[in-house]
């Protein structure tokens, strides 16, 4: 948590707050320069080992217009760039917060993206549209998703092995936690103590790059796929930080992840 001289650096929503010698006004990031919500609550800033942190709600951007970049929240510099076509933004779609829209034909990621341990965490938060549409979730490369949503269907393929598949309705938004240590998987599902599945693969080993919505090296083929929030640690996140993680998304978020 943070100190009583470290509270007054955090960032208010919509407010100017004095930093050093300068002001930061911030309408709509709720994080604060330590890595903690203004009401002192942890984000994945503060859990260990964070190496890339891409928070789409934070740009604030009108309805509809382009997104072309997202600065990662990590400090590792692994800035999110349009890697194909030019996605969208889309306002208010959980708890008054938006997201990128990542449709047919548009990429959002960073080629250069790798971890530093041979075993790694990924979360996201993800709506779609409607119950149609098939994207990836995230890719380590143009034609490798690890995780895609084909209609109602979530598929959790690491490499060319299919470990998983879930129902998941396509208008509500989910949270997403997926682990890989020693070629093992495992995959939560609006959750980070009950586990969806366990699998093996090999090819889970490393992850470098990170490609939002990619399929075939094509984007995703139809629909919209709203993509908030992707974060990535190296190792794999316990206990207390899984705690704090799932406080974090359901105080944000509005969703009741256990």
């Known amino acids: 948590m943070p100190s009583q001289a470290d509270a007054v650096k955090l960032w208010v929503p919509g407010k100017a707050v004095q930093y050093g010698t ?19 609550m942890a984000n994945p800033l503060s859990l260990p080992s964070l190496r ?36 969208t933004y889309i306002t208010n779609q959980q708890n008054g917060l938006g997201a990128v829209n990542i ?17 790694w965490t990924v979360m996201c938060i993800i709506k779609k549209s409607a119950d149609s549409g098939t994207h990836a979730l995230w890719s380590d490369s143009a034609t ?30 989910h949270f997403i936690m997926y682990t890989a240590v020693a070629g093992t998987t495992a995959v939560y599902l609006n959750s980070t103590s009950s586990t969806l599945v366990t699998g093996t693969s090999a090819a889970v080993s490393a992850f470098s790059g990170i490609r939002l919505g990619d399929i075939a090296g094509a984007g995703g083929t139809t629909g919209d796929l709203y993509e908030f929030e992707v974060a990535v640690w190296d190792g794999i996140l316990a206990g207390g930080s899984l705690t704090a993680l799932a406080s974090y998304v359901n105080n944000k978020y509005a969703l009741s992840v256990t």
């Open 52 to 87: 890339g942190w891409w928070d789409y709600t934070a740009l604030g951007l009108s309805n509809g217009a382009a997104v072309t970049t997202c600065s990662d929240g990590s400090g590792n510099g692994f800035t999110h760039t349009n890697l194909l076509g030019t996605p």
């Open 103 to 119: 449709d047919s034909g548009r990429v959002m990621g960073n080629a250069s993206f790798t971890t530093t341990a041979g075993s």
């Open 22 to 40: 300068g002001q930061l006004t911030d309408p709509v990031n709720y994080y604060g320069p330590l890595g903690f919500l203004a009401d002192g």
């Open 144 to 173: 490798d998703p690890f995780s895609s949503w084909s209609t109602t269907t979530l598929l959790f393929d690491p490499g060319t092995t299919q470990i998983s598949s879930a129902t998941a309705s396509g208008t509500t938004t």
